[in-house]
């Protein structure tokens, strides 16, 4: 579903931030839904993410049941298996329940690169 395009300057390290401030999900323990504002940052290395296959592909979260930590986990993984970034860090901050509001943080780049995120 993610889609690609040719970094046009792969010899040069600039920061790309991607800002997706309609992120939903659905709590698996309540059912309710889960809205947050997904922040990714990344230095590209040959490959850029293409807008619009981010944009459905995000969307298919709208109904899954999934914990805050597994769903962040998950599309960096995700993302840093197709892109190979030279690094990239997503930031998901989540409005508050209960009282209670939540932000997970994880990175990931080349010189780290064994499988998971640090």
Do not use: H
């Amino acid at each position: 579903m993610l889609e690609t395009f040719e970094n046009s300057f792969p010899n040069r390290d600039y920061l790309i931030e991607i800002v997706c401030p309609e992120f939903t999900s659905v709590c698996p323990k309540t059912g309710q839904p889960d809205f947050g504002t997904l922040t990714f940052q990344y230095v590209p290395d040959k490959l850029c993410v293409e807008l619009k296959s981010l944009k459905m592909y995000l969307q298919q979260f709208r109904n899954q049941g999934i914990f805050y930590e597994n769903v962040t986990n998950r599309i960096l993984d995700e993302l840093a298996a197709l892109l190979n970034p030279r690094r990239i860090k997503l930031t998901a901050s989540f409005t508050p329940r209960g009282g209670i509001s939540t932000t997970v943080t994880v990175e990931w780049s080349q010189n780290n690169q064994q499988g998971k995120t640090t």
